[in-house]
């Protein structure tokens, strides 16, 4: 018998769009002044959408400014791409509001993707790893991520979670419950 999540991979899209901004007050500091900046976090994204099969269909650099933040979020969803990535703004300085100016938008919060980064990165760097405060959830059959913008830690998540986003985005538009019979339900709810 397949189960309900191969099933779901099997009639989901293969490849989806993915926005990816990254938020950095420094990094856009520079971009602004007209100096050079590097954005690993951002190029690692990228990469990581790529190998895993993904289309990148654009990118950005954005300060840690709820307003700004919530601007990417609304020209996201008024747009045809299915994820957008955040990286950077998820630790626990004052600055840092990724969080705060994404999670309100959200109908549904995959809380999963939070707890395997920390766990994955727990097992990678040690107790640091739990600081991260990344998150992801769905809106109008849409997925967000917010991740840390380290390198590393954007390698780790997207390496363990990007291989899912078609599957996500199935879920989320309500084309989950393929066969056109009944689905049961399991005893984990689903």
Do not use: N, W
């Not at 856009?28 to 990228?46: H, L, Q, R, V, W």
Request: hydrophobic share 35%.
């Amino acid at each position: 018998m397949v189960k309900p999540h191969e099933d779901h991979r099997a009639h989901a899209r293969g490849k989806v769009s993915v926005r990816v901004v990254t938020v950095s007050s420094s990094r856009f500091s520079k971009k602004e002044a007209g100096e050079e900046y590097t954005d690993e976090g951002g190029d690692t994204a990228i990469a990581e959408v790529r190998k895993a099969g993904h289309r990148v269909s654009g990118r950005s650099l954005i300060s840690d400014d709820a307003t700004m933040i919530r601007r990417a979020v609304d020209d996201f969803l008024s747009g045809k791409d299915d994820v957008l990535l955040f990286t950077g703004g998820t630790g626990v300085s004052p600055r840092d509001v990724t969080i705060e100016s994404v999670r309100p938008y959200f109908e549904k919060e995959l809380d999963g993707f939070g707890e395997l980064l920390r766990r994955l990165s727990y097992d990678e760097i040690g107790a640091p790893g739990v600081l991260s405060r990344a998150a992801a959830g769905v809106v109008g059959g849409k997925l967000i991520a917010c991740m840390p913008g380290s390198p590393g830690a954007v390698k780790t998540c997207l390496g363990a979670f990007a291989g899912e986003f078609s599957h996500v985005v199935f879920i989320a538009r309500g084309q989950g419950r393929t066969g056109g019979g009944r689905r049961r339900r399991s005893v984990h709810g689903d």
